[in-house]
């Protein structure tokens, strides 16, 4: 839906309705893709043999992932749609806060610049 970098926010998707009443095992599935949108080595379009090669470059760096992820306790809270973060090594938090990043209230905790590590758990 939309390309999000490192570090960024923002993104949007359609169409998630919570539930009235929240049970324990509730988890929605997230499916995105990594990979890179752009490199700054693009060659232009007059030589297509090259042109196609770096799109072939592009598309090799390109993984889809999907991933179910536990739907925290809202009993008792105003509802807000669903929020993802994704964090390093492919793990994700969700949240269906009404509250903004950062706001005393907001559950999720994790720093946005964790920066990726060297290897990551199987």
């Not at 196609?52 to 992820?69: D, I, P």
């Amino acid at each position: 839906m939309d390309i999000i970098g490192p570090y960024q926010g923002g993104g949007g998707g359609c169409c998630y309705a919570a539930p009235a009443r929240w049970k324990p095992g509730m988890t929605v599935r997230v499916e995105w893709e990594t990979g890179v949108a752009y490199s700054f080595d693009f060659p232009g379009y007059a030589d297509r043999e090259k042109y196609m090669a770096w799109v072939e470059n592009l598309e090799a760096q390109k993984r889809q992932h999907t991933q179910l992820v536990p739907i925290p306790d809202y009993t008792g809270q105003k509802v807000c749609g669903l929020t993802v973060h994704f964090l390093p090594c492919d793990e994700l938090q969700v949240t269906t806060s009404c509250y903004a990043y950062g706001s005393p209230e907001y559950p999720i905790k994790t720093p946005l610049n964790l920066p990726e590590p060297q290897s990551c758990p199987k």
